[in-house]
């Protein structure tokens, strides 16, 4: 069984900052990335990074407030969160595949257990 583990989330005031983390122990993927569902919505796709930086997708809600970003023996992904809106709270769920990023955006292969994100007004 694959394990992914997820960390970072908590509480934080609208405007703020927080940056996840997902590792997955002894093990590294193609791609790597995140989804999150709000209270009473459907999943939703966040980001997604390839084996390199250069392979990156953000959802529309987004685009220019999180950042992706992968360590280098490409075991963890991290996704540094700015500008947090009311909106953004939901559990966040790592997910990893060894397919494509396009491939994992559609449908990824593993998941984490996820990790709530609160943002208050």
């Known amino acids: 069984q694959v394990q992914l583990v997820e960390s970072g989330g908590g509480l934080v005031q609208v405007g703020g900052s927080l940056r996840l983390s997902c590792t997955a122990p002894?093990?590294?993927?193609?791609?790597m990335g995140w989804f999150r569902q709000g209270p009473g919505k459907e999943r939703e796709f966040v980001a997604a990074?390839?084996?390199?930086?250069?392979?990156?997708l953000y959802g529309d809600s987004v685009k220019g407030r999180f950042t992706i970003s992968r360590d280098n023996a490409k075991t963890t992904v991290y996704l540094q969160m700015n500008s947090l809106k009311p909106e953004d709270t939901a559990v966040y769920y790592c997910?990893?595949?060894?397919?494509?990023?396009?491939?994992?955006?559609?449908?990824?292969?593993?998941w984490g257990q996820g990790t709530q994100v609160t943002v208050s007004s």
């Open positions: 990074s390839g084996w390199s930086g250069a392979s990156t």
């Open positions: 002894g093990r590294t993927f193609s791609s």
């Open positions: 997910a990893a595949d060894m397919r494509s990023v396009a491939e994992m955006k559609i449908h990824p292969t593993y």
